[in-house]
């Protein structure tokens, strides 16, 4: 895959994840700054590590389904490795300028 093309399908990966909500907060995962890290490997594979607003939150399988569906039906992915981590946690300053200001932080 070319850089373009790798940079292409990684924008439309951004793109996907940013149509996914956190149930309890109405802004879209990326912008919370759930999404840690966003990769395809040579093989087009999405590779995603992602955090939680709180371990313990009753949606999390629903929202990391939501997450491995809409990656792996991006144009140009084969499939999605999703990995959950809680380390380090997330805090309200991961959070793009974009959601601080719509959730009333700025």
Do not use: Q
């Not at 895959?1 to 996907?16: H, K, S």
């Not at 990326?30 to 590590?49: H, R, W």
């Amino acid at each position: 895959m070319g850089n373009n093309d790798y940079l292409e399908t990684e924008g439309r990966i951004i793109e996907a994840l940013k149509t996914i909500h956190d149930p309890e907060i109405p802004v879209n995962i990326y912008d919370l700054g759930l999404i840690y890290e966003v990769s395809l490997d040579e093989k087009n594979v999405a590779n995603i590590i992602m955090t939680l607003t709180a371990p313990n939150c009753p949606m999390a399988e629903m929202l990391v389904e939501e997450v491995k569906y809409k990656v792996a039906g991006t144009k140009g992915v084969k499939d999605c490795n999703l990995t959950l981590t809680f380390d380090p946690p997330w805090d309200k300053s991961m959070m793009t300028d974009e959601a601080k200001l719509e959730l009333g932080f700025l």
